[in-house]
Protein backbone atom coordinates (compact mmCIF):
# COMPACT_ATOMS: atom_id res chain seq x y z
CA UNK A 1 0.00 0.00 0.00
CA UNK A 2 2.88 2.57 1.04
CA UNK A 3 4.71 2.12 -2.69
CA UNK A 4 1.46 2.53 -4.57
CA UNK A 5 0.59 5.56 -2.32
CA UNK A 6 3.81 6.89 -2.79
CA UNK A 7 3.88 6.79 -7.02
CA UNK A 8 0.07 8.15 -6.50
CA UNK A 9 1.12 10.93 -4.44
CA UNK A 10 4.38 11.80 -6.31
CA UNK A 11 3.48 11.69 -9.53
CA UNK A 12 0.74 13.96 -8.31
CA UNK A 13 2.99 16.56 -7.08
CA UNK A 14 5.06 16.39 -9.69
CA UNK A 15 2.55 17.09 -12.41
CA UNK A 16 2.36 20.73 -10.88
CA UNK A 17 4.38 22.55 -13.06
CA UNK A 18 5.21 26.49 -12.63
CA UNK A 19 6.29 26.85 -15.87
CA UNK A 20 2.77 25.82 -17.66
CA UNK A 21 1.00 27.98 -15.34
CA UNK A 22 3.77 31.07 -16.51
CA UNK A 23 2.47 30.27 -19.71
CA UNK A 24 -0.63 30.86 -19.26
CA UNK A 25 -0.12 33.77 -17.07
CA UNK A 26 1.92 35.61 -20.02
CA UNK A 27 0.50 34.28 -23.01
CA UNK A 28 3.43 32.56 -24.36
CA UNK A 29 3.31 29.33 -25.12
CA UNK A 30 6.00 27.29 -24.01
CA UNK A 31 5.32 24.01 -25.72
CA UNK A 32 5.83 25.94 -29.04
CA UNK A 33 8.61 28.57 -27.88
CA UNK A 34 12.27 27.97 -27.38
CA UNK A 35 12.94 24.47 -27.06
CA UNK A 36 9.40 23.95 -26.64
CA UNK A 37 9.44 22.34 -23.32
CA UNK A 38 8.18 23.86 -19.63
CA UNK A 39 11.24 23.83 -17.90
CA UNK A 40 13.16 26.55 -15.74
CA UNK A 41 15.94 27.18 -18.75
CA UNK A 42 12.94 27.60 -21.45
CA UNK A 43 11.30 30.19 -19.18
CA UNK A 44 14.68 32.08 -19.07
CA UNK A 45 15.14 32.30 -22.39
CA UNK A 46 11.25 32.83 -23.09
CA UNK A 47 10.08 35.06 -20.38
CA UNK A 48 12.53 36.15 -18.34
CA UNK A 49 15.53 34.75 -15.23
CA UNK A 50 12.70 36.06 -12.67
CA UNK A 51 9.98 33.91 -14.17
CA UNK A 52 12.63 31.31 -13.89
CA UNK A 53 13.38 31.38 -10.74
CA UNK A 54 9.98 31.04 -9.63
CA UNK A 55 9.76 27.79 -11.94
CA UNK A 56 13.11 26.88 -10.41
CA UNK A 57 11.75 26.62 -6.63
CA UNK A 58 8.55 25.58 -7.38
CA UNK A 59 9.32 22.21 -9.64
CA UNK A 60 12.43 21.81 -6.16
CA UNK A 61 9.86 22.08 -3.48
CA UNK A 62 7.31 20.11 -5.05
CA UNK A 63 9.54 16.93 -4.63
CA UNK A 64 10.19 18.45 -1.03
CA UNK A 65 6.46 18.75 0.18
CA UNK A 66 5.50 14.76 -1.40
CA UNK A 67 8.62 12.90 0.10
CA UNK A 68 7.91 14.97 3.53
CA UNK A 69 4.10 13.49 3.33
CA UNK A 70 5.39 10.22 2.29
CA UNK A 71 7.64 10.65 5.56
CA UNK A 72 5.10 11.50 7.75
CA UNK A 73 2.87 8.73 6.64
CA UNK A 74 5.23 5.91 6.62
CA UNK A 75 8.66 7.46 8.62
CA UNK A 76 10.48 3.95 8.01
CA UNK A 77 10.10 3.06 4.64
CA UNK A 78 12.85 4.60 3.43
CA UNK A 79 12.05 2.95 -0.72
CA UNK A 80 8.65 4.63 -0.81
CA UNK A 81 10.45 7.96 0.20
CA UNK A 82 12.84 7.42 -2.93
CA UNK A 83 9.71 6.31 -4.47
CA UNK A 84 7.75 9.26 -4.00
CA UNK A 85 10.66 11.42 -4.99
CA UNK A 86 11.02 9.53 -8.14
CA UNK A 87 7.37 9.37 -8.99
CA UNK A 88 7.56 13.48 -8.69
CA UNK A 89 10.62 14.01 -11.47
CA UNK A 90 8.10 11.54 -13.75
CA UNK A 91 5.00 13.85 -12.97
CA UNK A 92 6.99 16.85 -13.88
CA UNK A 93 8.20 15.07 -17.12
CA UNK A 94 4.99 13.70 -18.05
CA UNK A 95 2.07 15.59 -17.28
CA UNK A 96 -0.92 14.15 -17.82
CA UNK A 97 -2.76 17.47 -18.19
CA UNK A 98 -0.15 18.65 -20.77
CA UNK A 99 -0.31 15.48 -23.42
CA UNK A 100 2.34 13.98 -20.73
CA UNK A 101 4.63 16.96 -22.14
CA UNK A 102 6.71 18.50 -19.20
CA UNK A 103 9.71 19.56 -17.73
CA UNK A 104 13.49 17.98 -18.37
CA UNK A 105 13.25 17.11 -14.05
CA UNK A 106 16.15 18.65 -13.00
CA UNK A 107 15.05 21.08 -10.77
CA UNK A 108 12.75 17.77 -9.20
CA UNK A 109 15.51 15.88 -8.79
CA UNK A 110 17.48 18.42 -6.59
CA UNK A 111 14.24 18.70 -4.22
CA UNK A 112 14.64 14.43 -3.79
CA UNK A 113 18.52 14.71 -3.62
CA UNK A 114 18.43 17.80 -0.46
CA UNK A 115 15.13 16.16 0.85
CA UNK A 116 16.64 12.58 0.76
CA UNK A 117 20.30 13.59 1.81
CA UNK A 118 20.95 17.05 2.00
CA UNK A 119 24.35 16.88 3.28
CA UNK A 120 25.39 15.11 0.27
CA UNK A 121 23.44 17.32 -2.05
CA UNK A 122 25.50 20.11 -0.28
CA UNK A 123 28.54 18.92 -1.16
CA UNK A 124 27.53 18.00 -4.49
CA UNK A 125 26.33 21.46 -5.13
CA UNK A 126 29.52 23.17 -5.93
CA UNK A 127 30.16 20.33 -8.06
CA UNK A 128 26.63 20.50 -10.31
CA UNK A 129 27.06 24.67 -10.61
CA UNK A 130 31.14 24.37 -11.62
CA UNK A 131 29.53 21.94 -14.34
CA UNK A 132 26.91 24.10 -15.75
CA UNK A 133 29.03 27.25 -15.79
CA UNK A 134 32.01 25.35 -16.77
CA UNK A 135 30.05 23.90 -20.13
CA UNK A 136 27.52 26.83 -19.98
CA UNK A 137 24.90 24.61 -20.49
CA UNK A 138 22.11 23.60 -17.94
CA UNK A 139 21.33 20.00 -19.35
CA UNK A 140 24.69 18.97 -17.91
CA UNK A 141 23.82 19.83 -14.40
CA UNK A 142 20.81 18.17 -15.08
CA UNK A 143 23.17 14.54 -15.82
CA UNK A 144 25.34 15.60 -12.98
CA UNK A 145 22.56 15.82 -10.11
CA UNK A 146 20.79 12.60 -11.40
CA UNK A 147 23.80 10.88 -11.80
CA UNK A 148 24.86 11.79 -8.46
CA UNK A 149 21.57 10.12 -7.03
CA UNK A 150 22.16 7.23 -8.45
CA UNK A 151 25.52 7.30 -7.05
CA UNK A 152 24.22 7.93 -3.96
CA UNK A 153 21.99 5.03 -3.70
CA UNK A 154 24.43 1.97 -4.90
CA UNK A 155 27.70 3.99 -2.58
CA UNK A 156 25.01 3.48 0.08
CA UNK A 157 23.34 -0.44 -0.90
CA UNK A 158 19.86 1.27 -1.78
CA UNK A 159 20.10 -1.25 -4.56
CA UNK A 160 16.75 -1.04 -5.70
CA UNK A 161 16.28 2.48 -4.93
CA UNK A 162 19.05 2.73 -7.16
CA UNK A 163 17.59 0.17 -10.20
CA UNK A 164 14.79 2.83 -9.83
CA UNK A 165 17.27 5.70 -9.75
CA UNK A 166 18.89 4.20 -13.41
CA UNK A 167 15.45 4.50 -14.46
CA UNK A 168 15.14 7.90 -13.83
CA UNK A 169 18.39 9.00 -15.26
CA UNK A 170 17.95 7.14 -18.21
CA UNK A 171 14.53 9.04 -19.24
CA UNK A 172 16.37 12.82 -18.54
CA UNK A 173 18.84 11.68 -20.49
CA UNK A 174 16.17 10.35 -23.38
CA UNK A 175 14.41 13.53 -22.78
CA UNK A 176 17.62 15.81 -23.41
CA UNK A 177 18.46 14.36 -26.60
CA UNK A 178 17.19 17.02 -28.88
CA UNK A 179 19.69 19.60 -26.32
CA UNK A 180 22.38 17.13 -27.33
CA UNK A 181 21.86 17.67 -30.75
CA UNK A 182 20.97 21.27 -30.56
CA UNK A 183 24.62 21.48 -29.03
CA UNK A 184 26.25 19.56 -31.56
CA UNK A 185 25.03 21.70 -34.04
CA UNK A 186 25.86 24.83 -32.21
CA UNK A 187 22.27 26.05 -31.61
CA UNK A 188 21.50 25.46 -28.16
CA UNK A 189 21.42 28.44 -25.75
CA UNK A 190 23.74 29.02 -23.42
CA UNK A 191 23.24 29.59 -20.03
CA UNK A 192 25.15 32.85 -20.00
CA UNK A 193 24.09 34.42 -23.07
CA UNK A 194 20.29 33.69 -22.11
CA UNK A 195 21.05 36.03 -18.96
CA UNK A 196 22.53 38.37 -20.57
CA UNK A 197 19.97 38.39 -23.47
CA UNK A 198 17.06 38.90 -20.67
CA UNK A 199 19.49 41.74 -19.51
CA UNK A 200 19.82 43.65 -22.25
CA UNK A 201 15.64 43.58 -23.59
CA UNK A 202 14.57 44.26 -19.48
CA UNK A 203 17.06 47.49 -20.18
CA UNK A 204 15.73 48.46 -23.64
CA UNK A 205 12.58 48.02 -22.18
CA UNK A 206 13.07 51.29 -19.77
CA UNK A 207 14.56 53.38 -21.55
Same mark, same amino acid.
Given at each position: ?????????????????????? #????????? /???? =?????????????? /??? $?????????????????????????????? $?? =???? *??????????????????????? *?? +???????????????????????????? #???? #?????? +????????????? #???????????????????????????????????????????
Amino acid at each position: MEYVLAVVIGYLFGCSNMAFYV #SKFKKINLN /KEGT =GALTTSNTVTQVGW /KAG $LLVFFHDVFKAVFAILLMKLLFPDVTLAHW $LT =GFSA *VLGHIFPFYNKFKGGKGHATCVG *VI +YTMAPLYALSMTPVVIAVILLTNYIIFG #SFTT #SLAITV +YLFCTSQWLAGIF #SLVILGVIIWKHIENIKRIINGTEKKVLTAFKKKKTDENNENQ
